[in-house]
């Protein structure tokens, strides 16, 4: 708790003062590595990932976005093709992509000696493979030379089981190796009785064991960020605030509708519960009230969205919230991309306001139009009478 003046007028401060509705923040903290973006499946995971990397292209030297979600969409966000190889993309002098299963390849672990006994003790944890993959997957990345490195999650319940793995990996081993005081004689003789030589004694299994522990231990630090001071205090209201990371930050992104709201809600809350540092929600196919529309079917839809757009800025009002348009096209493609990325940067407003003499003159060239086809269809079906 922060309890000085100083705090006092901190606190005050972040109570008056709305956080932008945009991601300028992610821009702008020059020091960020790692962008995680994450939400339920549908949600526009992958376009919002692909704009944020093209954002950052503009303000960082080097940017790369990697795909963890097994069913890539990468390659249909800017319409070329990639692998697990960073390609340069389309267009762009700095902005690279590379699409990767975090998934343990056949070859990653032999099944012979060592290896063999190693890959059915790791695979005996579920879902280990994937954890170790990932693993592998950022110590090659930091070999790279980005400046920043955004990765488009999977849906959430494999996003928040891959943040799990780490810690359950690492107390599996720990008891593996707890063994060593109890059976470690025991297991040294039995190897030597059945012939199975030193690639099986006891200190080559503790010591690939231990390999594979700091492995996971470095995906802990590299998602918890423990050089940045990530700084937590309630403020007079009962808000949660936390100060941001300085080396990584995750972006979830919804829709307004309860189940997108639910698990956003659990989603922020987990990673809380491992440390890791959230301070932006995209909310992303929205319809404004403000926006010229004629269908009750569309009228109901704006005030159900209405209801839970509410309650994301009640549950989250010290988050950077930006809302983004419902388009009647696909944002695939870079130009597509560029051009949408304004929504991004600068909160969407509806070109045609209610009310306005220009969105009266656009409803009656529309109900002109309307009545045109619906005149042409009357007469078709009289023809065919």
């Not at 493979?129 to 592998?136: I, K, P």
Request: charged share 25%; hydrophobic share 40%.
């Amino acid at each position: 708790m922060i309890r000085s003046d100083e705090g006092e007028e901190a606190v005050s401060a972040m109570v008056t003062e709305v956080p932008d509705g945009s991601v300028r923040n992610i821009l702008e903290q020059e020091t960020l590595k790692w962008v995680f973006v994450g939400g339920k499946g549908g949600v526009g995971k992958t376009t919002s990932s692909s704009i944020i990397s093209v954002l950052l292209a503009q303000v960082r030297q080097s940017v790369l976005v990697i795909s963890t979600d097994p069913a890539h969409n990468l390659s249909d966000a800017f319409q070329q093709r990639f692998t697990k190889v960073p390609t340069l993309v389309n267009g762009f002098s700095n902005l690279y992509a590379m699409e990767v299963d975090p998934k343990m390849e056949d070859d990653d672990l032999s099944d012979e000696g060592l290896e063999g006994f190693l890959s059915e003790l790791t695979n005996a944890i579920p879902g280990v493979d994937e954890a170790m993959s990932f693993a592998e997957m950022l110590k090659l990345v930091q070999t790279m030379d980005y400046s920043v490195i955004v990765f488009d999650t999977a849906p959430t319940g494999h996003t928040l089981r891959l943040l799990q793995f780490p810690s359950t990996l690492e107390k599996g081993l720990e008891k593996v190796m707890s063994l060593k005081n109890k059976f470690g004689g025991m297991f040294t003789q039995a190897t030597r009785l059945l012939g199975l030589g030193d690639e099986f004694s006891e200190d080559a299994m503790l010591g690939r064991l231990e390999g594979i522990k700091d492995v996971i231990e470095q995906v802990n630090r590299q998602f918890k960020d423990p050089l940045a001071m990530l700084v937590s205090f309630t403020s007079a209201s009962g808000n949660l605030f936390a100060l941001s990371s300085d080396l990584t930050t995750f972006v979830c992104v919804c829709i307004p509708e309860f189940l997108s709201l639910y698990e956003t809600e659990r989603l922020v809350q987990e990673l809380a519960k491992f440390e890791i540092d959230a301070h932006n929600i995209i909310i992303n196919q929205v319809l404004f009230e403000d926006e010229a529309v004629e269908s009750k079917l569309l009228k109901a839809r704006i005030k159900m969205q209405q209801k839970y757009i509410d309650q994301f800025y009640m549950l989250y009002d010290d988050f950077n919230i930006t809302k983004l348009p419902l388009l009647p096209e696909e944002v695939c493609g870079v130009q597509a991309l560029r051009k949408f990325c304004q929504h991004y940067v600068t909160p969407y407003k509806p070109s045609l306001v209610r009310g306005t003499i220009e969105e009266v003159q656009q409803r009656i060239s529309t109900l002109r139009l309307r009545l045109q086809e619906a005149e042409s269809e009357l007469e078709r079906l009289q023809q065919g009478k």
